[in-house]
């Protein structure tokens, strides 16, 4: 399903980029939109404002990827955690096993250009000393 939406944020300053280009491109995007804007402990925030360039093997080609967040959160102890977040269904983000399907092999090329856009991003984190979360319906609707 094929949903599209801006979000105005209620709160402008917390936001890092222009306030009235947010795209949401699923309802679960629109979520962490308004728990970004809402929490308090979430310092500044964007969305789709980082870029990160990673390879495919797929068209051995380099190709820039824009994860869906970034935040800044003060942390229980004082200390502020910086997040790169990606948000996308769980059957995404594990292996296609069923080869007797017709998307299989689109499902199969779609998991390989996610795990070099992770990869490049879990590493991308580690030179800045942030951290790289995937956020599932699990975590967006415990």
């Known amino acids: 399903m094929a949903y599209k939406s801006k979000y105005a944020p209620k709160?402008?300053?917390?936001?890092?980029?222009?306030?009235t280009k947010i795209i949401c491109r699923s309802t679960w995007e629109?979520?962490?939109?308004k728990f970004m804007d809402l929490n308090e402990n979430v310092l500044k925030w964007a969305s789709e404002e980082i870029?990160?360039?990673?390879?495919?093997?797929?068209d051995n080609k380099w190709h820039k990827y824009y994860?869906?967040?970034f935040c800044e959160i003060l942390k229980k102890d004082k200390k502020i955690s910086k997040l790169?977040?990606?948000v996308k269904p769980?059957?995404?983000t594990k292996e296609p096993v069923n080869k007797k399907t017709?998307?299989?092999?689109?499902?199969m090329k779609t998991f390989h250009i996610n795990t070099c856009k992770w990869t490049a991003a879990t590493d991308f984190c580690k030179k800045n000393n942030w951290e790289f979360k995937?956020?599932?319906e699990e975590d967006i609707f415990k």
């Not at 629109?30 to 939109?33: A, L, P, T, W």
């Not at 870029?51 to 797929?58: E, K």
């Not at 017709?102 to 499902?107: G, I």
């Open 11 to 19: 709160y402008h300053k917390k936001y890092i980029g222009d306030p």
């Open 30 to 33: 629109r979520k962490v939109c």
């Open 51 to 58: 870029s990160i360039p990673y390879f495919s093997q797929i």
């Open 67 to 69: 994860p869906d967040f």
């Open 84 to 86: 790169v977040i990606e």
């Open 90 to 92: 769980k059957k995404q």
């Open 102 to 107: 017709k998307s299989y092999l689109r499902e």
């Open 134 to 136: 995937i956020l599932t």
